[in-house]
Each structure stands twice: as structure tokens, then as C-alpha cells.
């Protein structure tokens, strides 16, 4: 009985050893894909802390911004510009506490070398299996061309309704006189002479 129950324990401690290995090595292939993912990944990517400590950026967010993997808190805040800072700290304060999983915005940013780079972000919490979750990932995308391209389309667009106001207006006043004179022409006038309203006519013709 004993050597019975010997094997029992034996083969349920070997089970436990397999499955835990076998969590152990899906949690590590799942961080390597992450790592993958994260390095090779085609627009920045950085990796907070739930308090916006800086943990890693992968190399496009190093390009597009600049700074230093060391960067703090309060670089972090430094390089979001101000009329962008009240969305942007709303936006990680809401996925840091568990509020929402994954939340996306717009906002002005600020690289080391001073360019002012507009980006679309992306918010995501982590999940961590049987704990709180306690980073998160920025997903940045540049959209500063994109944005000035847009400018400049408004701008051109604006101009050229204002030519074509200006256009109307000069025209106006001469094609008024125009039609006025056609109409009079219409309603056979007696003021006018045949030789005369033959002129007008060649007149408008012209």
C-alpha cells in the first residue's frame, strides 16, 4: 500500500514538475513574441510602468523622439506640449487605474530636437495572469506630415474660394448691366432705333 501510494505522489509531483514547466516555457515564448513584436514593430513603441515610469522604447520611438532610454516621469511630461498634456495624462491616468483596457488619442509632442511631432496614441494595459496588471504599452504613430499636408490643402481650398468671391463680384456688376440691357432689348423697348438696338445686340454678342 505504501509503495502504492509512493508512486501516487511521485507521479502527481512528475505532473505538477511537466505542468509547470510547460507554463514556465509558454510565459517565456510569449515574452520572447512580445520582445519580437515590440523591437521590430513598425511604429514607436514604449513600455510604462502603471506610474509612467519609462521602462524600454523600442528603435522607431528612440528615431522619432530622441531621448534617451533613461528618460523620467518628468520627461515625459516635458515632451508633451500644452495644449496636449490634459488629454495625454486623462488618457494613461484612465488605463494605468483598470478603468478601460485600451484607449486611443491625439496629441502634440515635443523630440529632443525640439520638432514638434503630432502623433496618434495608443493606450494598452498589459494583462499579468493571476496579478495586477502594472505596465503599459504606447503604441505612437507620426501623423505630422499627414497633418501638414492637411493644412495646406485648408489653406489652399480657402484661397481659392476667396479668388473665385472676388471673381463673382468683379464679374457681377458688368454681367448685371448685361442682362439689363438684353431685357430691355427682350421687351422691345420703342426708346431704342432699329440701327441701334442692332448695335446693342452686336454689343452683347461680342
Given at each position: 500500500v505504501k509503495t502504492g501510494l509512493t508512486d501516487q505522489i511521485l507521479d502527481r509531483s512528475?505532473?505538477?514538475a511537466i505542468s509547470q514547466?510547460?507554463?514556465?516555457?509558454e510565459?517565456?515564448?510569449s515574452e520572447h513574441r512580445f520582445k519580437t513584436i515590440f523591437s521590430?514593430?513598425?511604429m514607436g513603441m514604449a513600455l510604462h510602468s502603471v506610474t509612467g515610469e519609462f521602462l524600454e522604447t523600442n528603435a522607431v520611438y528612440d528615431d522619432l523622439f530622441g531621448y534617451t532610454p533613461d528618460m523620467t516621469l518628468e520627461d515625459l511630461v516635458e515632451m508633451v506640449e500644452p495644449e496636449s498634456r490634459e488629454v495625454t495624462l486623462a488618457a494613461f491616468n484612465q488605463i494605468a487605474s483598470g478603468e478601460l483596457d485600451t484607449l486611443a488619442f491625439e496629441g502634440a509632442f515635443k523630440a529632443a530636437s525640439g520638432r514638434r511631432v503630432q502623433a496618434m496614441v495608443q493606450l494598452t494595459l498589459l494583462p499579468k495572469p493571476g496579478s495586477t496588471p502594472d505596465q503599459v504599452v504606447a503604441q505612437v504613430v507620426d501623423v505630422t506630415e499627414l497633418k501638414e499636408t492637411q493644412a495646406r490643402l485648408e489653406e489652399q481650398l480657402t484661397t481659392k474660394n476667396q479668388f473665385?468671391?472676388?471673381v463673382s463680384h468683379e464679374l457681377r456688376t458688368p454681367l448685371t448691366a448685361v442682362i439689363g440691357l438684353a431685357e430691355l432689348l427682350r421687351d422691345g423697348d420703342e426708346s431704342f432705333?432699329?440701327?441701334q438696338r442692332n448695335d446693342l445686340i452686336s454689343t452683347i454678342v461680342d
Open positions: 512528475i505532473r505538477y514547466r510547460n507554463i514556465v516555457a510565459l517565456e515564448a521590430s514593430a513598425p473665385l468671391a472676388a432705333s432699329r440701327e
